[in-house]
């Protein structure tokens, strides 16, 4: 095999790599804003003042508490969506990456989760 | 990727093993292309047998020959359970592997077909998974309000973090009683299911490790937990079905499961189980995982089951069917008709059959020296090589025996490695099955019954063996 070729695949592989960390990194970083939004949710809560500061970017608003329980809900539907989106695009990575190293991807990752009930049934065949 | 990769379950039972007979085998020997190294995972000649092997090996993992089966077929002691055995090493933990001997079906507590199903059954597994949404992190603190009046709501907050980042719950009553009982407290690893509220401890954080002087031996310390607080987990669990038919037995009750004896199982159970199976994978939820089954000795089977393993091998959930025998034309056992292997001419229609060769002398050199390293006795290069001559004059067998018990006599002179006067030692003390006969055949009239076996010399065996006890009791009467 000539050179430009290893260097090729091995560019590919670093490639796929790189990709799977960045989502890992982003879906840290969304989860961390969610959480972010959650504990000023409950906060806002717990407050019952009329209005609330509210920051976006750099700058501070003084919006009806209302309407920042509004968009702080909106947002973290958008977050939820966006980490389910970002992990369920992680296995495709993977498999992309065990087929490029040449392995074989991992089996039965793809199949829809049972629910509790049949899980527990599981378990008990199991043993646990 | 600690949220979407299966952790392997952990089993971390030790126990005392004892060297099996083919414990030195851990694959198939064969490299990227499939081609045979020579000798490789205590693998050794025999390599004709072990491509087909190997071809055969990666049709199943690619799931192509469920319900077909492969017959090994060679004299004794060429090596058909390595194969096998060499077999199921290389499919590893995901693909159901089940070992029977054919003689395991004669069994009185329940028929020879609930056997044989049972077999089948143990073959095939089925995958799914299991998706929850947990919490998980180190406790930073706790914090619980004890309602001044002494009775109403307690409230609490709980701060969990990971090494990337930090957060604030609050608790609800049901919250706070469930950490009570786990015994949460700052510094512990714990998860929380996000559906069932359930609180678990993992373990105390590394960094708490120093916290008190005196800690119970159970304790177990762990990492503090990387990456984002909420996780997904999914675990992907491979069963077979016959471990749901026993659970779903539900006549055998709590039986089953204590004596490890099963019984028999009603094909209701089994036609229920199968009929949930096919429906999980019509959602999508399941995936069948068509193993492997060994029958060693497949002559010992009757005509009844090798008809009865015809029809099973067209059922779509069949696992792939190997066979050993070391029979040649002989008669099928349940009938008066000969045939090749002892085994139907309409089902070894259906087998790819694979024949073993007797391995010549070096290779022979080869395996002794690869057993001799696995019974941990170590031999002198000369005594190997007698060791050597004598599986080719008698067997391979009877030469691997010699290895433990010349290893017991180098030991008792106390000597480290075993030497040529030890293998003649041994080889002295006990007789091989050619001199065995031959002995007998020199001084047959000086045994017990001698009159019955006076016939050729290739009946002397058989007849001394069967015919000593029927005489035993013809003599009571």
Known sequence: MDTTKIVTC??????????????????????????????????????????????????FFKLETESVEDILKKDQERLDKEINDLRDNLKKKMDK???????????????????????????????? | MADNVAIPEGREVTYLERIGAHSHIRGLGLDDSLEPRQASQGMVGQQQARRAAGVVLEMIKDGKIAGRAMLLAGQPGTGKTAIAMGMSR?????????????????????????ALTQAIRKSIGVRIKEETEIIEGEVVEILVDNPTTGSGQKVGKLTLKTTEMETVYDLGQKMIDSIMREKIQSGDVITIDKATGKVSRLGRSF???????????????????????????????TVTLHEIDVINSRTQGFL??????????????????????????????AEIAPGVLFVDEAHMLDIECFSFLNRALEHEMSPVIIMATNRGITRIRGTNYKSPHGIPIDLLDRMIIIKTTPYDEKELKQILKIRSEEEDVDISEDALKVLTRIATETSLRYAIQLITTAGVIAK????????????????ALFLDEHRSSQYLKEYQNEFMFNEIGQGDASTVRTTTETSAPAAAAMDVS
């Open chain 2, 90 to 114: 290389a499919l590893g933990q995901d693909t159901p592997f089940t070992n029977m001997s054919a003689t395991e079906i004669y069994s009185l507590e329940m028929s020879k077909t609930e």
């Open chain 2, 256 to 285: 089953a499961l204590f004596s490890g004896d099963t019984g028999e199982i009603k094909s209701e159970v089994r036609d229920q189980i199968n009929s949930k199976v096919a429906e999980w994978r019509e959602e999508g939820k």
């Open chain 1, 10 to 59: 091995l560019a590919d592989l670093e490639e796929a790599a790189e990709d799977i960390l960045t989502d890992r990194q982003t879906i840290i970083d969304l989860d961390r804003t969610r959480n972010g939004n959650r504990e000023a949710l409950r906060h806002l809560q717990k407050q019952g003042d009329k209005k609330s500061w509210i920051v976006m970017g750099n700058t």
């Open chain 2, 412 to 427: 008792r002179r106390k000597s480290q490695e075993v030497s040529i006067e030890d293998v003649k030692k041994v080889y």
């Open chain 2, 207 to 237: 960094a708490r490790a120093r916290d008190y002087d005196a800690t119970g031996a159970q304790t177990r310390f762990v990492q503090c937990p990387e990456g984002e607080l909420q996780k997904r987990k999914e675990v992907v669990h």
């Open chain 1, 97 to 128: 990456i065990k087929d490029l190293e040449g392995k074989p991807a991992l089996k039965g990752f793809n199949l829809k989760p049972l629910n509790r009930d049949e899980m527990s049934a599981i378990y008990r065949t199991m043993g646990k």
